[in-house]
């Protein structure tokens, strides 16, 4: 992408800014740092452009320490989020590999009862058919899976302009 040219007038001072944005989003950020600075010399009217725009970026610096830092903490719930679910998937697994093997022995318990002879069994209640505890265990474990969040992934796609919401940018890019 070509990097643009845009002459911008903030406050009665020229400036040419080149950048891979577009026209219009320059001009924008431009538009909002002259009503700042304005805002800031309406409420005090001796102050200077100069202090002005040191206050003005001063706000802008904090702002942008608060939104990062509350984007840190949305990645670290994220984080959480994904770790409580992958947790819950596995033990989720695990109960599945658990009903397997319990409907496997329920099956050979019972094919060894009805092998027994009748009258050296003991008296036992009866049994549900195999294929129904199958059944509701298998009801139980989508029960299951079905209350555990989703999570996506980012699109890698995503334009390369902003910051992905689950990629820290750091200083030195």
């Known amino acids: 992408m070509s990097k643009n040219k845009i ?17 219009e989003y320059i001009r924008t950020i431009g538009a909002e740092v002259s009503r700042s600075i304005n805002a800031m010399r309406k409420q005090n009217e001796r102050i200077s452009v100069t202090a002005a725009a040191v206050f003005a970026a001063l706000n802008y610096c904090d702002d942008c320490r608060k939104a990062q830092a509350a984007a840190d903490n949305l990645r670290s719930q994220i984080k959480n989020y994904v770790e409580d679910a992958s947790r819950a998937r596995m033990e989720a ?8 093997r319990l409907s496997r022995e329920l099956h050979t318990l019972r094919a060894r009862l009805t092998a027994e002879p009748s009258g050296d069994a003991p008296e036992q209640p009866p049994v549900r058919p195999a294929r129904q505890e199958r059944a509701a265990a298998r009801q139980a474990a989508q029960e299951a899976l079905s209350s555990l969040p989703t999570v996506t992934e980012p699109d890698p796609d995503a334009e390369k ?13």
């Open 7 to 23: 002459r911008l007038e903030i406050c009665g001072v020229e400036c040419v800014i080149s950048s891979d944005d577009s026209e």
């Open 93 to 100: 697994d695990e109960a599945r590999r658990e009903i397997d």
């Open 161 to 173: 302009g902003f910051i992905s919401f689950f990629e820290k940018k750091t200083d030195e890019e």
